[in-house]
């Protein structure tokens, strides 16, 4: 496991380059899981029963308790946006489940981290812009006008924090299980790691996905409801 | 479009980070794979199964609402058979009461008829009696009278004249009128 991000593929795309990278086709692969695992879900759905067991509640569980969590946090009005954060909720989640295989998670790539925070900065400024109008953008002049290079600064700070966020946190992670596996004996290798894997890769995987995911959904409904 | 892909040995080596338009275009790719993945999870998992959940507490709540509303209708129907249990406790009692009066003025009437029946029966027989007694009462004095004149007519034959019987016959039918008869 190395820390490097190796490129597959380069494609050139009118004249220029675009790197296939390890975080591209693993994210393909986490996806590929993810639509199968839901398309076996929706076969399941058929055959689900007003009273729920097995599979069935796990489902209904995760799906009822992210949908709660979502509207709560972005209020009745905007909870048509919730699927979206249930991808990104779903992603990250994978991604950070991922590294407990060997893999490289994506999320420990800026380029995905700033993709998925430059759509939730985007989702701001349109739910920002289609529920206060005008207003929004008056917000940016407030208290003062001599403020808006500050408030500017504030607003695109978004993004970059929740991008960074993420990345330093999965990145951290798999620098401490790199230079584990590189510093250690082979026979320390075994067993141990799962431990570390488990904290860093399921446990601070999870807590950051719940922190992006919130922090996001706050930073929409703020904007909307200002 | 003029996509190339390149032989791997042409391909650059890897890296941690990176802040250049390779970024840009990984996080373009990354963006593209974002919003089909939220296609794909939104038509084929959230919604389906949040329809699914939808449909079953609305028909929970269907359900609940038919068991209100059956409630209710029993309730009613508890309430209209008591009512009518009411009524016809009142009727029965109305029936039973009337009943009981017209058995009464029913009893009262054999009761008066019987009366008045029995009363002819005796007035009747009191009346036949007293036909009868009148004719036994006529009978026996016209049969005393016949012994009476036979005896008298014996004794008078011995001792006296016409005129004197005549007269003694008179004094004794007179007497026979006046006395009074036993039985």
Same mark, same amino acid.
């Given at each position: 496991?190395?820390?490097?991000?190796?490129?597959?593929?380069?494609?050139?795309?009118?004249?220029?380059?675009?790197?296939?990278?390890? #975080? %591209?086709?693993?994210?393909? %692969?986490?996806?590929?899981?993810?639509?199968?695992?839901?398309?076996?879900?929706?076969?399941?759905?058929?055959?689900?029963?007003?009273?729920?067991? /097995?599979?069935?509640?796990?489902?209904?569980?995760?799906?009822?308790? !992210?949908?709660?969590?979502?509207?709560? #946090?972005?209020?009745?009005?905007?909870?048509?946006?919730?699927?979206?954060?249930?991808?990104? !909720?779903?992603?990250?989640?994978?991604?950070?489940?991922?590294?407990?295989?060997?893999?490289?998670?994506?999320?420990?790539?800026?380029?995905?981290?700033?993709?998925?925070?430059?759509?939730?900065?985007?989702?701001?400024? !349109?739910? /920002?812009?289609?529920?206060?109008?005008?207003?929004?953008?008056?917000?940016?002049?407030?208290?003062?006008?001599?403020?808006?290079?500050?408030?500017?600064?504030?607003?695109?700070?978004?993004?970059?924090?929740?991008?960074?966020?993420?990345? /330093?946190?999965?990145?951290?992670?798999? %620098?401490?299980?790199?230079?584990?596996?590189?510093?250690?004996?082979?026979?320390?290798?075994? /067993?141990?790691?799962?431990?570390?894997?488990?904290?860093?890769?399921?446990?601070?995987?999870?807590?950051?996905?719940?922190?992006?995911?919130?922090?996001?959904?706050?930073?929409?409904?703020?904007?909307?409801?200002? | 479009?003029?996509?190339?892909?390149?032989?791997?040995?042409? =391909?650059?080596?890897?890296? =941690?980070?990176? $802040?250049?338009?390779?970024?840009?275009?990984?996080?373009?790719?990354? *963006? $593209?794979?974002?919003?089909? $993945?939220? =296609?794909?999870?939104?038509?084929? *998992?959230?919604?389906?199964?949040?329809?699914?959940?939808?449909?079953?507490?609305?028909?929970?709540?269907? &359900?609940?609402?038919?068991?209100?509303?059956?409630?209710?209708?029993?309730?009613?129907?508890?309430?209209?058979?008591?009512? &009518?249990?009411?009524?016809?406790?009142?009727?029965?009692?109305?029936?039973?009461?009337?009943?009981?009066? &017209?058995?009464?003025?029913?009893?009262?009437?054999? =009761?008066?008829?019987?009366?008045?029946?029995?009363?002819?029966? &005796?007035?009747?027989?009191?009346?036949?009696?007293?036909?009868?007694?009148?004719?036994?009462?006529?009978?026996?004095?016209?049969?005393?009278?016949?012994?009476?004149?036979?005896?008298?007519?014996?004794?008078?034959?011995?001792?006296?004249?016409?005129?004197?019987?005549?007269?003694?016959?008179?004094?004794?039918?007179?007497?026979?009128?006046?006395?009074?008869?036993?039985?």
């Amino acid at each position: 496991m190395g820390l490097d991000i190796k490129n597959y593929w380069v494609l050139n795309i009118f004249g220029f380059e675009v790197w296939i990278t390890e #975080t %591209i086709v693993n994210t393909w %692969i986490i996806m590929l899981i993810l639509i199968i695992l839901a398309i076996i879900v929706r076969v399941k759905l058929r055959s689900f029963k007003d009273i729920p067991a /097995g599979l069935q509640n796990i489902i209904e569980a995760a799906i009822e308790f !992210f949908d709660n969590f979502a509207t709560g #946090t972005l209020g009745e009005k905007l909870s048509y946006i919730t699927p979206w954060y249930f991808m990104v !909720f779903a992603f990250i989640l994978s991604s950070s489940l991922f590294s407990v295989f060997g893999l490289r998670a994506p999320t420990a790539d800026f380029a995905t981290t700033l993709a998925l925070a430059l759509a939730s900065f985007v989702l701001m400024l !349109f739910m /920002g812009f289609k529920h206060q109008k005008g207003r929004y953008l008056k917000t940016f002049f407030e208290p003062h006008p001599i403020f808006f290079p500050l408030n500017l600064i504030g607003e695109l700070a978004k993004p970059v924090s929740l991008s960074f966020r993420l990345f /330093g946190n999965m990145l951290s992670g798999t %620098i401490i299980l790199t230079l584990y596996y590189s510093l250690t004996p082979i026979f320390v290798q075994i /067993g141990i790691p799962s431990l570390l894997h488990a904290v860093f890769d399921v446990v601070f995987g999870a807590l950051q996905t719940y922190i992006f995911v919130i922090i996001s959904l706050m930073y929409v409904r703020n904007a909307a409801d200002q | 479009m003029n996509i190339t892909a390149l032989l791997a040995q042409a =391909v650059p080596e890897g890296r =941690v980070f990176g $802040l250049d338009s390779q970024t840009l275009a990984s996080a373009g790719i990354q *963006l $593209l794979n974002a919003i089909i $993945l939220a =296609v794909a999870l939104t038509f084929i *998992l959230y919604k389906p199964v949040k329809q699914f959940l939808q449909n079953r507490a609305d028909k929970i709540k269907g &359900k609940m609402d038919e068991t209100d509303s059956a409630m209710e209708k029993a309730n009613q129907l508890i309430a209209e058979y008591e009512n &009518k249990l009411k009524e016809i406790d009142i009727e029965g009692n109305k029936i039973i009461e009337d009943a009981r009066r &017209k058995a009464a003025e029913e009893s009262k009437a054999i =009761v008066e008829g019987a009366r008045m029946e029995a009363q002819e029966i &005796k007035r009747r027989t009191q009346e036949s009696i007293n036909e009868e007694r009148r004719r036994f009462k006529e009978e026996s004095r016209l049969y005393i009278i016949e012994v009476a004149s036979l005896m008298a007519e014996k004794i008078i034959a011995k001792t006296i004249d016409d005129e004197t019987q005549d007269k003694l016959f008179e004094e004794a039918l007179a007497q026979l009128e006046h006395a009074p008869w036993q039985g």
